[in-house]
C-alpha cells in the first residue's frame, strides 16, 4: 500500500517540477536556475509542515512520493556544473549557496510553523 | 575546441529545447511522470533496504542522491551534446523524471535540520557540506565518463 501511495505522489510531483520549471523560464530569461530553486524551496518547506504536523512519521504519499519527487538534487548539482562551465562561476557558487541556505531555511519555517499552529 | 559546434546546437539554459515548447506538452509530462515514479519508488525501496536510525548520518539518502547526480551528468552529454539528436522523450524520462524523481532535495534539507535540531551541529553540517561537494564531484564524473566515452567511440568510428 506504501510503495503505491509512494507512486501516486511521485506522479504528481514530478511533472509539478517540470512544469513550474518551464512556467519559470518562459517568465524570466535568467541563467540563473530559478526553476529548480522554487521548487526545491517549496518542497522542502511542504516537508517542513509535515515533519512538524506528524513528527516521527513519514507519509509516503505527501513526504516521500509528492516532496521527494518536487525536489531534486540532481538537476541541481548539473545547472550548477553547466554554470561554472559556462564561465558563470559566480552564479554557480551563488546556486550552491543560496540552495542550501534557502532550502534549510525553508524546512525550518515550515517545522516551526506547524509547530505554532499545531 | 571541437565541442562548439555541438554545444551552439544544444540547448541553452533559459530556452526551451527543439519540440518542448510549452504546447504539445502532453509527452513530455507523461514521459516527465512515468520515470518520476520509478525514480521515487527506487529511494523508497533504498529506504526500506537500508533504513538510517533517527540522528544517524543519513548514509542511504547521501548514497541515493550521489548516485542520481552521477547518473544524470552521464545522461545529459547523451543528450545535448551529441551530433544526433536522441528521442526526444529520453531526457524527459531518463534525466527530468527518473533522476529527478530518485534525488531529492527536501528529505536532505529535513534530514540536516533535525542533525542540528538534535543538539549535533557537527553532524549536521557534516551531512550539509559532504552532500553538496560529493553531488558536485559525482555530476562531474558523470559528464567527464561520459564524454571520454562520446570521444572514443568517434575516434573509432572515424578509424
Known sequence: MNWL???VGAAVGAPLRYLTDLAVRARHDSVFPWGTLVVNVVGSFALGLLAGVAP???SPLLGTGLCGALTTYSTFSYETLKLYEDGAKGYALLNVAGSLAAGLGAVWLGVETAAAFG | MPQAGIRACAPR???YPVGMEPRGQLPVVGAVAVGGVLGASARYGAALLWPTPAHAFPWTTFTVNAAGCAALGALMVL??????APHPLLRPFLGTGFCGGFTT???YALDTQRLLAAG???RGL???AATAITALAAVWAGVTASRTVRARAQARARG
Do not use: N
Request: without cysteine.
Open chain 2, 120 to 122: 549535533d551541529p557537527t
Open chain 2, 13 to 15: 539554459l533559459g530556452t
Open chain 2, 105 to 107: 532535495f527536501s528529505t
Open chain 1, 5 to 7: 501511495l509512494v507512486m
Open chain 1, 56 to 58: 516521527g512519521r513519514a
Open chain 2, 79 to 84: 543528450t545535448t551534446e551529441t551530433a544526433t
Open chain 2, 126 to 128: 557534516l551531512y550539509l
